[in-house]
């Protein structure tokens, strides 16, 4: 797998409500390429279906129509071909509860069967990066919030990825807490030049923190797709606030997409 | 009030864990003490055949003290039915557990098992077999490994969506799956499952040595029953209690050893 760009071709997402068997369309059409290196930020409305796109992403659900490759293979389809390649961010830190920090970032190295000493190491070298030091034998319930976040970040590193996925992983944080976590963690993913998607509803952190945005319409289909570099730091507040009026009116804006293609 | 009640239940469970865990909080020392100075006021009032003296029943221990092999061979053959019930119920869970289509068959019949009387199958033990271990063994397993398999299943079945997704996420095999997320997080379960089947089980022996035995516990309050003596009744009746009170002890340290992380 040396091309690590993540394809997006067609994708449609249909669910059927259970009992009355009514479909829901969760993701109309989505077409777009990441390429190698890039931090892409996703936002939308709640209930756009980002959090679907996610899991299609990781390969949890199949897509309906259309297709994701990441190096040429699908996610759902080779499942198993993605083991260690994928590092992930959920919106809640999902430690292990009876397990150590310690233990709980070396569980994606021990289901890829590295061995134990290599494990330590790792484990070790990134919860000193998070500043985890002196909880390697604490259990999840014994810290805080920000703690074991930063252990599911810890978590994600250590099994070496070449692509990270975040699904409104700081939302949940306090504000001051949120801000350090997603400094740290954009600040890793530039350092390991990694791919990262970040799934977020907050605007003002997919601004500050990505390369590229993409903005969902509801159902999700892409209103916008912003190279955010190519805009100067002035231009900034009113293209927020032009996307917040796109989120809202979930049509896309014409003046926006003009600016881009030039 | 709503504020609370949360804070009192709080403090009651931490008052029985504290009984659980082998120390004696004040309220259990005071019921126990109640019991013990209204029934000595009783035997003071009522016919030993009623209510025996303490002085009676600490003789009928003595004699107790004196032949321990009927409380080992009830407690051996708890010992041996709750550990071959608990591989009965395990392996029945895990299979269930890996093919739906498995459970969505055996299930109907395991809660059937559950709801026959205790008697029944002590009745259908004694048409059925022969031997006398054979029969105690059967009843004991036939009434706990289906509390085994349901408590099992449940707690299986009660991981959460978020821990699977994320587990999964991570590819593992079949059996690291089940290994590192599924087993550990049914922990609790089968450690609720023991207490349940603990206490379960020392009641039913009891019963299936009173009909079908001519050894143990069960056998030896037939024997004070048929002679009259309350006070060895009452007696056995109390080595039966401090069993289980042992027996939960044990599997409380033990749970408080394998869930040190909920602490």
Redesign the interface.
């Given at each position: 797998m040396t091309d690590a760009d993540i394809h997006v071709r067609g994708l449609r997402k249909v669910f059927r409500q259970k009992g009355s068997g009514v479909a829901v369309v969760a993701i109309e059409r989505l077409d777009f390429t990441v390429r190698r290196g890039e931090i892409v930020a996703i936002v939308g409305k709640t209930g756009c279906g980002k959090s679907t796109f996610f899991?299609i992403l990781?390969?949890?659900e199949q897509p309906t129509e259309g297709s994701i490759e990441i190096g040429g293979r699908a996610p759902y389809g080779d499942?198993?071909a993605?083991?260690?390649r994928?590092g992930?961010i959920?919106q809640?830190d999902?430690l292990?509860?009876?397990?150590s920090l310690m233990d709980n970032v070396t569980?994606?190295l021990?289901?890829m069967g590295i061995d134990s000493a290599e494990q330590q190491h790792r484990a070790q070298r990134w919860l000193h990066r998070l500043g985890l030091d002196d909880f390697h034998r604490a259990?999840?319930?014994e810290l805080s919030g920000g703690m074991r976040q930063r252990a599911a970040l810890a978590r994600a590193f250590a099994?070496n990825p070449e692509i990270l996925l975040a699904d409104e992983a700081f939302g949940h944080l306090d504000e001051v807490t949120a801000t350090q976590i997603r400094a740290q963690f954009f600040d890793m993913v530039r350092a390991e030049r990694k791919t990262a998607i970040l799934v977020t509803h907050q605007l003002e952190e997919a601004i500050d923190t990505a390369d590229r945005l993409l903005v969902f319409g509801r159902p999700a289909t892409l209103l916008a797709d912003l190279h955010l570099k190519a805009w100067p730091p002035q231009a900034l507040p009113g293209l927020r606030a032009r996307i917040q009026a796109m989120i809202q009116s979930n049509e896309p804006d014409p003046e926006i997409i003009t600016k881009e293609s030039s | 009030m709503a504020d609370r009640l949360p804070g009192r239940q709080s403090e009651a469970v931490e008052a029985a864990d504290v009984a659980h865990a082998g120390g004696w909080p004040k309220e259990t020392i005071v019921s126990l003490a109640a019991f013990f100075v209204l029934w000595h006021l009783a035997s003071m009032v009522l016919p030993p055949f009623v209510a025996p003296s303490w002085a009676r029943i600490g003789k009928s221990l003595a004699d107790i003290a004196t032949r321990p092999e009927f409380i080992a061979v009830t407690v051996g053959r708890v010992a041996v039915a709750l550990l071959v019930s608990f591989a009965i119920g395990m392996a029945l869970a895990m299979a269930m557990y890996w093919w739906a289509l498995l459970e969505r068959y055996l299930m109907p019949l395991v809660k059937v098992l559950m709801a026959v009387p205790v008697l029944c199958w002590i009745l259908f033990a004694v048409l059925w077999f022969k031997v006398r271990e054979v029969r105690i063994a059967f009843i004991l397993v036939v009434v706990c490994a289906p509390i085994f398999v349901i408590d099992v299943l449940d707690g299986m079945h009660g991981v959460s969506k978020?821990?699977r997704?994320?587990?999964?996420?991570?590819?593992?095999?079949a059996r690291?799956f089940f290994t590192?997320?599924i087993l550990?997080?049914t922990?609790p379960a089968i450690l609720t499952s023991w207490k349940v089947n603990l206490s379960l089980s020392i009641r039913v022996v009891t019963m299936a040595e009173l009909v079908g035995a001519t050894s143990g516990i069960g056998y030896a309050l037939m024997q004070a029953n048929e002679t009259f003596s309350v006070a060895d009744v009452f007696a056995w009746t109390v080595v039966l209690v401090l069993i289980l009170m042992s027996a939960n002890i044990a599997v409380t340290r033990i749970e408080r050893r394998l869930?040190?992380?909920?602490e």
């Open positions: 899991n990781i390969g949890l499942f198993d993605f083991r260690g994928i992930i959920f809640q999902r292990l509860p009876w397990r569980l994606g021990e289901i259990f999840p319930n099994v | 978020d821990l997704d994320m587990v999964r996420a991570l590819r593992p095999s690291q590192k997320l550990p997080a922990v869930l040190v992380w909920r």
